[in-house]
C-alpha cells in the first residue's frame, strides 16, 4: 500500500491529521515532513522506483526553508514526480494565493477545517477519492 505523505510545520496539526486518519481506519503508512526540504530530500531519490512513491501528498503553503509554493512548483516541473496527487492544506484563503497553487499545477486546494469533526470529513474524503475513486497515469504503481 503506498504511503500519504503529509508537510506541515505545525506538530498540532500533524497530530489531528495522524488521529483523524487513524480514527477513520485509513490503511495507508502516514509520512511526515517538518517542511518542503525534508520532503523534497526525501522524494527526489525514490522518482525512478514508481512503486515508493506516495498515493498522494497533503501540502502546507507557509513553512520554513522551502514553502508549499516552492514544493509544489519542483514537483510538477519534474516529469517523474508531477503525476503524483498534490493536495494544498492551508489555512489561506488567499483568493491570489489559491489561484497560484492552482497554476502551478496542485490537484486541489483545501482551507483547514476548524473542527475536528471537518477533518475526520475530509481526510476519509480526500482518501476514498485519490485511491479509490480517481484513475490517475501512476495508477499502475500499486
Request: proline share 7%; glycine share 2%; charged share 25%.
Given at each position: 500500500?503506498?504511503?500519504?505523505?503529509?508537510?506541515?510545520?505545525?506538530?498540532?496539526?500533524?497530530?489531528?491529521?495522524?488521529?483523524?486518519?487513524?480514527?477513520?481506519?485509513?490503511?495507508?503508512?502516514?509520512?511526515?515532513?517538518?517542511?518542503?526540504?525534508?520532503?523534497?530530500?526525501?522524494?527526489?531519490?525514490?522518482?525512478?522506483?514508481?512503486?515508493?512513491?506516495?498515493?498522494?501528498?497533503?501540502?502546507?503553503?507557509?513553512?520554513?526553508?522551502?514553502?508549499?509554493?516552492?514544493v509544489l512548483k519542483h514537483m510538477k516541473e519534474d516529469i517523474l514526480l508531477r503525476s503524483i496527487p498534490i493536495v494544498i492544506l492551508s489555512t489561506s484563503q488567499s483568493i491570489s494565493q489559491i489561484r497560484e497553487c492552482y497554476k502551478l499545477g496542485a490537484n486541489c486546494y483545501i482551507v483547514k477545517p476548524d473542527s475536528f469533526d471537518s477533518l475526520m470529513d475530509i481526510s476519509a474524503q480526500l482518501y476514498r477519492f485519490w485511491t479509490t475513486v480517481v484513475t490517475l497515469p501512476n495508477k499502475s504503481r500499486n
Open positions: 500500500m503506498l504511503p500519504i505523505l503529509i508537510v506541515d510545520d505545525d506538530k498540532d496539526d500533524q497530530l489531528l491529521l495522524a488521529t483523524a486518519f487513524k480514527e477513520n481506519r485509513i490503511p495507508n503508512q502516514l509520512k511526515f515532513f517538518n517542511d518542503g526540504m525534508e520532503l523534497i530530500n526525501y522524494i527526489d531519490p525514490l522518482k525512478l522506483e514508481h512503486n515508493k512513491l506516495p498515493a498522494f501528498i497533503l501540502l502546507d503553503l507557509n513553512m520554513p526553508r522551502l514553502n508549499g509554493l516552492q
